[in-house]
């Protein structure tokens, strides 16, 4: 079984421009809860006091699911994190700091060998007050696997029980990712007594292919988000990741406890309380997803649906309506004979060769063909 993390309510809370209320976060983390994730990371209790205040309501009230909240590797964003997830059913601490040579020598101020220090110190104290501690190594992607591997070993023995090989920056791809989660693999030393995460950023339009990558190398764990949500261009796409795994078990021959019958549900709740759209083509959720204009496609829909859909749209939450066959410049016959019967709109067979030509006429103008444009079409004048 693989662990679906979602962090939409930390990563993706943390993109320009969303900030969700703590009903706003409880609502969603409810909606996770039946779409079936394991963990929900709640937020960064320690950044603000509404962040605090999101992850002790939502610990509060998730049940069934991990909650897990953030804490860079310091005693006072622990203690937080402790303290807000308190009253959760099965609470995790999740600490991380930057392994990277950039991210070490910049950013942290800190030699190789205080870093392995500051990790160790920061598992500890979480596993004081927590059984479940993940340890993210911050920009894995550009940090070298050998002291990767050492961080790694290190949390592990201090009581670790997730480790996350993360690509914060967007910038490695599939094939350099599997080939870093293998090295990690064979080179940390109590490796087996934890489970391995992935944890991918969508700058390059890598994230779900990395994440993927990361699952074929041995990871057990994938974090995302509902619509790939995140800072900047964002993280790994919950839905995606899952209708992958469903359609092509062939391929990634995983389980997972995912209903993928709530995906869209799911997808237009995080829309709509983020303010953040949904592009119309993105993949599985998008307007456009199941959507076909053009002539040829529509008739083969409407013969068989397998030949232009490798996906059964009701198993994500799609209504039969919603599938529509969009009446446009590109539908042909078959489409248009199969829409009027079905909207009882009847058309002489005798006539049907100029009520399509009139068709053809005003979708040269017109974006969206409505019902009344298709009763007012009969008339030759219209
Ligand atoms: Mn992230």
């Given at each position: 079984?693989?662990?679906?993390?979602?962090?939409?309510?930390?990563?993706?809370?943390?993109?320009?421009?969303?900030?969700?209320?703590?009903?706003?976060?409880?609502?969603?983390?409810?909606?996770?809860?039946?779409?079936?994730?394991?963990?929900?990371?709640?937020?960064?209790?320690?950044?603000?006091?509404?962040?605090?205040?999101?992850?002790?309501?939502?610990?509060?009230?998730?049940?069934?699911?991990?909650?897990?909240?953030?804490?860079?590797?310091?005693?006072?964003?622990?203690?937080?994190?402790?303290?807000?997830?308190?009253?959760?059913?099965?609470?995790?601490?999740?600490?991380?700091?930057?392994?990277?040579?950039?991210?070490?020598?910049?950013?942290?101020?800190?030699?190789?060998?205080q870093i392995i220090e500051r990790a160790v110190n920061a598992v500890r104290l979480a596993k004081s007050k927590v059984s479940d501690v993940e340890f993210?190594?911050?920009?894995?992607?550009?940090?070298?696997?050998?002291?990767?591997?050492?961080?790694?070993?290190?949390?592990?023995?201090?009581?670790?029980?997730?480790?996350?090989?993360?690509?914060?920056?967007?910038?490695?791809?599939?094939?350099?990712?599997?080939?870093?989660?293998?090295?990690?693999?064979?080179?940390?030393?109590?490796?087996?007594?934890?489970?391995?995460?992935?944890?991918?950023?969508?700058?390059?339009?890598?994230?779900?292919?990395?994440?993927?990558?990361?699952?074929?190398?041995?990871?057990?764990?994938?974090?995302?988000?509902?619509?790939?949500?995140?800072?900047?261009?964002?993280?790994?796409?919950?839905?995606?990741?899952?209708?992958?795994?469903?359609?092509?078990?062939?391929?990634?021959?995983?389980?997972?406890?995912?209903?993928?019958?709530?995906?869209?549900?799911?997808?237009?709740?995080?829309?709509?309380?983020?303010?953040?759209?949904?592009?119309?083509?993105?993949?599985?959720?998008?307007?456009?997803?199941?959507?076909?204009?053009?002539?040829?496609?529509?008739?083969?829909?409407?013969?068989?649906?397998?030949?232009?859909?490798?996906?059964?749209?009701?198993?994500?939450?799609?209504?039969?309506?919603?599938?529509?066959?969009?009446?446009?410049?590109?539908?042909?016959?078959?489409?248009?004979?199969?829409?009027?019967?079905?909207?009882?709109?009847?058309?002489?067979?005798?006539?049907?060769?100029?009520?399509?030509?009139?068709?053809?006429?005003?979708?040269?103008?017109?974006?969206?063909?409505?019902?009344?444009?298709?009763?007012?079409?009969?008339?030759?004048?219209?």
């Amino acid at each position: 079984m693989i662990d679906i993390f979602d962090t939409t309510l930390r990563d993706g809370e943390q993109s320009a421009g969303v900030h969700l209320t703590v009903e706003d976060k409880v609502q969603i983390a409810k909606q996770l809860e039946k779409l079936g994730v394991n963990i929900i990371e709640a937020g960064f209790p320690y950044a603000s006091p509404t962040d605090f205040q999101g992850v002790h309501q939502v610990a509060k009230e998730a049940r069934g699911v991990t909650v897990c909240g953030l804490a860079r590797a310091r005693e006072k964003d622990i203690l937080s994190a402790w303290e807000a997830l308190r009253s959760a059913e099965n609470p995790r601490i999740h600490t991380f700091i930057g392994t990277s040579e950039i991210h070490m020598r910049y950013k942290l101020k800190a030699t190789p060998e205080q870093i392995i220090e500051r990790a160790v110190n920061a598992v500890r104290l979480a596993k004081s007050k927590v059984s479940d501690v993940e340890f993210s190594a911050e920009d894995s992607s550009r940090s070298d696997p050998d002291f990767l591997a050492q961080v790694y070993a290190a949390v592990i023995q201090a009581g670790a029980t997730v480790i996350t090989v993360s690509d914060v920056v967007g910038y490695i791809t599939p094939e350099e990712f599997a080939a870093l989660v293998r090295k990690v693999k064979e080179r940390t030393a109590g490796i087996e007594k934890v489970k391995i995460s992935v944890h991918c950023h969508d700058d390059l339009g890598l994230a779900v292919a990395n994440t993927l990558a990361g699952l074929t190398a041995g990871a057990e764990q994938l974090e995302c988000t509902v619509n790939g949500v995140g800072d900047r261009a964002g993280n790994a796409a919950l839905e995606e990741l899952a209708m992958i795994m469903h359609t092509r078990r062939d391929v990634y021959p995983v389980e997972t406890s995912i209903v993928t019958t709530e995906l869209l549900k799911t997808s237009r709740l995080v829309s709509r309380l983020t303010g953040m759209p949904v592009q119309y083509h993105k993949a599985i959720v998008g307007r456009n997803a199941f959507a076909h204009e053009a002539g040829v496609h529509q008739d083969g829909i409407l013969k068989e649906p397998l030949t232009y859909q490798i996906m059964t749209p009701a198993d994500i939450g799609w209504e039969e309506e919603e599938q529509h066959l969009v009446l446009g410049r590109h539908s042909g016959r078959h489409a248009i004979r199969d829409y009027l019967a079905q909207e009882g709109v009847t058309v002489a067979e005798a006539d049907f060769e100029a009520y399509f030509t009139r068709f053809k006429q005003i979708t040269g103008a017109k974006q969206e063909i409505t019902k009344e444009d298709m009763i007012a079409l009969r008339q030759p004048e219209g």
